[in-house]
Structures are given as C-alpha cells and as structure tokens.
C-alpha cells in the first residue's frame, strides 16, 4: 500500500479575544471571552469543521504581570482552566484534538496523569499534555515560594516528571479491565503494574486510578527551546510548539531537534515540530495591512511597554525612554530561549523599545504574516517543505474572525496545494497526527522489574 502524502499539521492555539495584545479591544472581538464557554464551544466547532488537528490552549498558574496600571488595560487576567474547559469542549466536539498547558513546576505528576487519561476517556481519544516549566515569578508566589525555581532544576523537575506520568499511564494494560460478572473478576491482577517510584524530585507509589487510555497514553507536547527545552523535547516530545522569527531559525532547530531524536533512537518523524504563526489575512495587501494597522492602533503604551518587559526576563524597560533603544538586558531565570530571541530581533533590525513592542505585540516573537491567502500559504508551503516545519500553530490575531479569515481564505488555497485534508483520517489526536499508538511496555515484553524495578509487591500492599 502505497504511503500518503506528506502533509501539513495544523493546530488552532485558542487565546481568550485572540493573540494580538489589544485584541479584546477590537471591534468585532468577545470581550468576555476568557470566562465565555460558549465562545470557546463555537471556535472549537468551527476548527473541527475546517479539519484542525487540534485545538490547544495556553495556561500559567497566576497573573502573569504585576503592573495595575498596565494590567487593568490588558485581557488576560483571567481566564478557565484548562483541563476543566477541554472537558467541557469533548462534549461538543467529535473529532478534533484537544491540547493544554500543564505545567511541570507547580503540579504532582500523580494529578497530571490522572487528569490527562480521564480527558483521553472523556474525549475518546484526543487529549494532548503541553509540557512546560512555568516562567513567571508570580506563580512561584502562588505556591509557598518567595523566588522562582531556578532554570536548570526546573527542567531536571520536568525531565523526572515526565517519566513519572509516562510510567502511570502504564499502569493497566490495554485489557486488564474484565468487569466479568459471572466470574466475579473486575481486572487481571497479572495485568496492574505498580509504578514504584523514587528519584531525585518525586516519590510516586502508583498505580494510576484510570485504566489505559484509548490512545495509549495522551500526546505529549513540549514548548522549550534553550538548550536544556531542545534536549527534553528530543527525548520526550511527539509536537513541539515553538517560536522562530526566520526560516534560517526555523530550518536550524528542525535539523538539530530530529538529530537529537535520532540520537536518542528515535524515528524523527515521530516528532512533529509545529511553530507559532500569527497570521493577518486580506484579500489584497493593502486589506491584511490595514487590518494589522487596526490593531496596532489599539496598543496603550504603557501596556507595550509592560508586555515587554515580561517577556524580555521580567526586566523593567518603563525606566527607559521608549524611543530609544533596548537596553543591556541581564540573564533571566524565567524564559531563556525567548528573551535571547527578542534580544536579537532588537539588535539585529536596530529597533527601539517602541518598536520592538509593537513587533511582538501580535505575535509576542512567533512568526508575523501580514499578507494575502497565496503569500500567507507561500510561507507555510516553503517552511513546510524545506525543513522547517512539519505543521504550524496558527495564532489569530482577534477571535473569531481572525480564525475565520485563516479558515475561509487560507484553507482552501493550501488544500488547492495538496498540502492539508478535506477530512479526518481517524478519530484520535494521534490518527490526526500520524503518531503511531504506543505499546504497553510490559505487554511489549519488558519485563516487570526492568519497567518498575520495584512493582513486585503483593496486592494487598496496595490497600
């Protein structure tokens, strides 16, 4: 049988009123949509309908940005929860993914992979786990810490977590579950597998209280990209979302991510890499132009200046003229990879702080188009093709309709290209995205006590 043709991965990153940082303040935006179900239901739909792999929503377990007089200007103080809202969304959709942030700093990864498995259940299939370590200062605050965990535990925390719920998702294998009422046997006790756990960060018994998901185990989803973010991804990630200003960057971390998998005796084609785009769409130029210059228009300096400084390491640019340039910027503990990306955006295209603001404030460092369906398609065509992408995670700059304006003017000229589906191939997250199902690891023929060295314990143990 011959192979299908390669083709492009598409995820619909659902951000409140859109990614533009002045979105909810347009025209045609939902004001309230951070707490609206209905608004997300909608969008989840309409991204099911145009064929998405997935949907995919961000999180952070606080107020990103401390400043009142900026933050009172800006729509992203609240918001659901994530896990709560994709439950809710596998009731009103069918088919298409369902994506979310949890972070691996300041959660267990007992909840995590307890509440991953239950939404694989739910969803009958298509839940995906974004792995990441939390950037920001004041979540550390939110959870008995006056500082921030440092950068490299953070990821030695997460390398650890992730074998941790990796290892609870193979709990039970796939038919351990007999419910027999004649027999009076619920489950094959030959077939539970404790996980037994201890390392440097966690100390984790197990066995998980959800039996194998449908999909084996959830999609697990990586966003880093400094150096420690690139080799936990290349061990551990079936997607990456990640953000790149150039093909040249772009092309560079595609070539070095499926190089370190093989490295790790990985196929590289099970990881798909799908970097953010912020797309704005007209039917002409002069149209995408001037919707991109609506936006820009709605930008209050002082939350421009704010945005920056959060996402530049958390240093504050306000004591700096705003028309002159960045300055020397210190080291962060927060997010290393996209402050050296802003950093060199700023000293590479000689921008001022009012510049660079209004660069990332769509965008926020992924990839800015502002252009026609064939321009905005060209780019992903060339991406795509070229070693920089095996799909994209599309960032509307406002919603609905800049969802709308991706779905009615871009889908069709890529799908006139040969480049994206008219149906679904399957039903789960991992059918959508070519992911191969993965095997029990015992049932594979690992033996128990090379899985979990420590699983031998009797049953009645575990009461």
């Known amino acids: 049988m011959s192979r299908p043709s390669r083709q492009i991965k598409l995820g619909a990153f659902l951000m409140q009123t859109g990614h533009h940082i002045a979105a909810w303040r347009h025209p045609d935006a939902q004001a309230d949509a951070p707490i609206n179900f209905r608004h997300y239901a909608d969008l989840a739909r309409r991204a099911e309908a145009a064929k998405f792999d ?3 929503l961000a999180d952070s377990v606080g107020v990103r940005n401390t400043d009142l007089p900026s933050l009172s200007r800006t729509a992203r103080s609240d918001h659901f929860e994530p896990l709560t809202l994709l439950s809710a969304l596998a009731a009103v959709t069918e088919k298409i993914g369902l994506i979310a942030t949890v972070s691996t700093t300041y959660n267990e990864p007992y909840h995590v992979a307890r509440k991953f498995a239950s939404l694989d259940h739910i969803s009958g299939g298509r839940s995906g786990w974004n792995l990441v370590t939390s950037s920001g200062q004041g979540e550390a605050q939110n959870f008995n810490l006056d500082e921030h965990v440092e950068h490299a535990r953070r990821y030695a925390r997460a390398a ?25 046997q619920y489950f094959d006790p030959d077939k539970l597998h404790p996980l037994n756990h201890r390392g440097e960060h966690f100390s984790v018994r197990g066995p998980l209280n959800v039996s194998r998901s449908p999909q084996g185990r959830p999609v697990v989803v990586q966003a ?15 997607v990456i979302f990640v953000a790149h200003q150039t093909f040249d960057e772009a092309q560079a971390f595609y070539r070095d991510i499926k190089g370190r998998a093989a490295a790790y005796g990985r196929d590289p084609d099970d990881i798909k890499i799908m970097p953010g785009i912020f797309p704005v769409i007209g039917r002409t130029q002069a149209e995408a132009e001037e919707k991109f210059a609506r936006l820009q228009d709605l930008i209050h300096p002082v939350v421009g200046v704010q945005l920056l400084s959060n996402m530049i390491g958390g240093f504050d640019l306000s004591r700096y003229p705003v028309d002159g340039p960045l300055p020397d910027i210190p080291e962060t503990n927060g997010g290393k990879s996209r402050q050296q990306l802003l950093i060199d955006l700023a000293r590479r295209d000689g921008l001022t702080i009012r510049q660079l603001y209004l660069r990332i404030a769509g965008a926020r460092g992924h990839q800015q188009v502002v252009g026609t369906p064939q321009s905005v398609a060209d780019q992903l065509q060339q991406w795509f093709e070229e070693e920089g992408a095996d799909g994209f995670n599309i960032m509307s700059p406002w919603l609905p309709g800049g969802l ?5 003017l871009v889908l069709p000229e890529l799908r006139r290209r040969g480049l994206f589906r008219t149906e679904y191939e399957g039903n789960t997250l991992r059918q959508h995205l070519g992911l191969a199902r993965p095997a029990h690891r015992a049932a594979a023929g690992v033996s128990r006590s090379q899985t979990h060295p420590q699983s031998q314990q009797s049953l009645a143990a575990l009461a």
């Not at 650890?160 to 009076?184: C, M, P, Q, T």
């Open 160 to 184: 650890e977590f992730h074998d941790v719920v990796l290892g609870l998702w193979d709990s039970w294998e796939d038919d351990a579950f007999l419910r027999d009422k004649a027999s009076g």
């Open 224 to 238: 880093g990209a400094s150096p420690a973010g690139r080799d936990l991804a290349a061990r551990t990630a079936e």
């Open 54 to 56: 997935a949907v995919f």
């Open 404 to 408: 709308d304006d991706f779905i009615e």
